[in-house]
């Protein structure tokens, strides 16, 4: 059962603050504020110190100093802990009086994976509600780091109240195979802040329909899945076709196709008081034709007194869901789409990308039903490289069951699979 | 009292070497006289890689059972097992000839369609276990002498396994001059012992998890349905400690055998197991938590393929008398929560049944596999009086040749 935290039942002022952990952490962090008007404080702890000094952050922790002496964890999260063991106190005392706390970190090396579920854990106690969001590392970074993150996410999911989970992979996958390292990381680090900047207004503002805590609660608690995020802006006119297609094309929702996976999704829709119920149900309708029949939909709308703020949507889900229509039905049902879909005016007043990628979601997947994608995870098996594992085993005929080698230590393959 | 026949059963196991002696009385009750035990060196999952190291410990292990019996042994009866050990189903069939009953003649024919099992190039017969008959696709006849039919069927449980690797087990007992009565799978054997008609016929499962193998076998509607070895066993928890414990193999042994425990409940996280330096080893604190874990994931994934085996010829709710473990690794605590907690049917452990003699003996579970070879020998000798293995042999022979 989820309780609901005694603060935001009567208290209006919200403190927010955004906790920037290890070396991705920041480096995330760093570009958000030096590309947006950042909204909340920040806070930096690193234990590297020369990244500290370099941080924008208007808070800074070097934590473990006795432990590390600033020179870094060396991708131990055993040392990590250590360290955040360390300055426990000055990490408490930053935190002390803010009702939401975000953490933003790079699984997979020493500092992030090894503090943030403590941070969390101290977040926790100090009584906010704590909302992590995190990246696990590429495959190609080797298993040993996949392996920290996996533990490190398990713990984290002890004491956050929710969870986004960014799998690298498939950013870089989804976002463009060929672009450049820069770029790409640039586009993920965009992203995330994104995330956190919407999860923050969903969480803070006030308005005519508002997400309810646990609802959010529910679409985010299950860690281990990757999300879905998508997030758009715009103001003036033909606003609803502008800030669904930005919001659609977002790469993690692959072009709106893994929608159809979300179990649970979550609508959130800000915008100026000039916002009408008519727009709210466009929008609302042209999500839903890329949803599954089965889906689980959270609405919530809220809206400012500024008339210049743009209207904004963000769609934040959970792939692998439990719910998963079979592929025929998908289609029947995406053919009946493609013919209502078909006569929607476009807006004329847009010469470029007049194209709105969410008409064409729906033929795409029509014509080749068995070509959508099946599972959005992306999970290259590895090689069993590592010559120790199997033990006293290892010069004799191994015990080979359902192509599983039975030798190696059940709980380090549970763990790998996991 | 005359003394009955006296039969000798010798398993060599991964962990130890244990040969019992014992007779076998008419009434089926089997009087333990003496048991010799050596720990085994030379052999991994069931099979032996160290010959003369194995030879060694068969040796020592016989001459102990010898001092202890009084009893000179001459030949025993050998328990194998190992990863090669595989099982099927078979049905073969024969035609009547002649007034259309049938006869010794058609059920003897039956038998020795073995030959015409399509089995792997280096694979033998071990055991080939009746099912049951069918006269003319008419199921259910238990003794098909004297029904009269055209066409005889029946299903046969083959257990099989490679020559050579057999082989090798008995050369290493042939070595130091003892002779070998037969072989017999392990499943097989401890089965004898215990399970009894009633057991079978509602359906049971012996799992037998050893030192380096695990023997499964089946039974349902008093039938052999499905047999096999899995090579899984107590010596890769301990594996699985040592790795996981960073700790030497011979204390992650020590630690199995002490403090070993496969239950996840009550466990409060922070439970400190310490272990004493030792030569070699400076003493180190370890996680109860950890341990358990280790040991709980290993054998919950152990009986997960079995149960899967299993059901693929029995459903395991239709097991009337659930599953019995026994082996030395059904010591291990909370074994039995780990096993009901997979096949959702009762768990029991093996009680020899119908063996008098030394107490401490037949109630381990390590010996079941030895006492279940003298009483498997016991009940060849009932089919078979006064026959050994070389004279079955001959007699099969000259009854084939008799045929032609």
Known sequence: ?418 | MAREKIHVGLEIGTTKVCAVVAECRRDGEVRLLGVGESPSRGVRKGEIVDFQNASNCVHDALSDAEERSDHEIKSVWLAVTGSHIESSNHRRSVTIEGGGEITEKEIEDIASKDKEVSLPKDNDILHSILQQYYVDGREGVIDPIGIGGSKLEADYHIIHGVVNRIQSTIRCVRKIGIDVEDVVVNSVASAQIILDDQKKASGVVVIDIGGGVTDYIVYHNGVVRQSGVIAIGGDHITNDLCIGLRIPITRAEKLKIEEGSASLENLSGAEKITLKNDTGFSGKEIDRSMLNHIIHSRLHELFGILRNRIQDVVPIHLLGSGIILTGGCSLIKGVREVAESVFEVPVHFAHAQSVTGPTSAFDNPQLSTCIGLVKYAHAVDTDYPQESFLNRFINSITRKLHLI
């Open chain 1, 1 to 418: 059962m989820i309780t609901y935290p005694r603060y935001l039942a009567g208290q209006s002022e919200t403190q927010s603050l955004l906790i920037a952990l290890g070396n991705a952490g920041i480096n995330i962090m760093d570009r958000l504020i030096a590309q947006t008007a950042f909204p909340m404080e920040s806070l930096a702890i690193n234990t590297d110190q020369q990244s500290i000094s370099n941080t924008l952050a208007s808070n800074k922790i070097s934590m473990g100093q006795m432990t590390t002496h600033g020179l870094g964890t060396g991708g131990d999260p055993e040392i990590g802990l250590d360290a955040v063991k360390e300055s426990a106190g000055e990490i408490q005392r930053a935190i002390g009086g803010k009702n939401i706390v975000f953490i933003c970190a790079g699984l997979g090396g020493g500092t992030g994976s090894g503090a943030a579920p403590l941070v969390a854990e101290l977040a926790k106690q100090n009584g906010a509600l704590v909302i992590a969001v995190v990246t696990s590392p590429f495959s190609f970074e080797g298993r040993r780091r996949a392996q920290q993150a996996a533990t490190s996410l398990r713990e984290i999911t002890r004491f956050a109240d929710a969870i986004l989970h960014f799998e690298n992979d498939r950013m870089a996958e989804l976002i463009a195979p060929h672009a450049e390292v820069g770029e790409t990381f640039s586009v993920c680090d965009k992203l995330l802040f994104r995330a956190i900047s919407s999860l923050n207004r969903i969480v803070t503002s006030h308005g005519p329909i508002p997400v309810s805590l646990p609802d959010m609660l529910a679409v985010l608690r299950h860690s281990e899945d990757s999300c879905l995020f998508g997030c758009g802006e715009a103001a003036g006119e033909d606003r609803v076709h502008h800030v669904l297609e930005t919001a659609l094309r977002s790469p993690l929702l692959d072009r709106g196709r893994l929608l159809h996976d979300a179990g649970r999704l979550l609508v959130h829709i800000s915008g100026p008081s000039s916002l009408s119920m008519e727009e709210v149900a466009e929008i609302m309708k042209e999500i839903s034709k890329n949803l599954s029949p089965s889906a689980m939909l959270n609405l919530g709308v809220s809206v400012s007194q500024d008339h210049s703020s743009p209207l904004s949507v963000a769609i934040i889900g959970r792939c692998g869901g439990e719910k998963r229509a079979t592929p025929t039905i998908k289609a029947s049902t995406d053919l009946s789409y493609l013919t209502q879909s078909a006569p929607t005016p476009q807006p004329a007043s847009k010469p470029q990308q007049t194209e709105a990628p969410f008409f064409e979601i729906p033929v795409a997947t029509a014509v080749h039903p068995t070509e959508k994608p099946a599972a959005p995870k992306v999970q290259q098996p590895l090689l069993p490289l590592d010559p120790v594992t199997r033990g006293r085993f290892d010069k004799i005929e191994p015990t080979i069951v359902e192509g599983e080698d039975l030798d190696v230590p059940t709980f380090l393959r549970m763990k790998l699979k996991k």
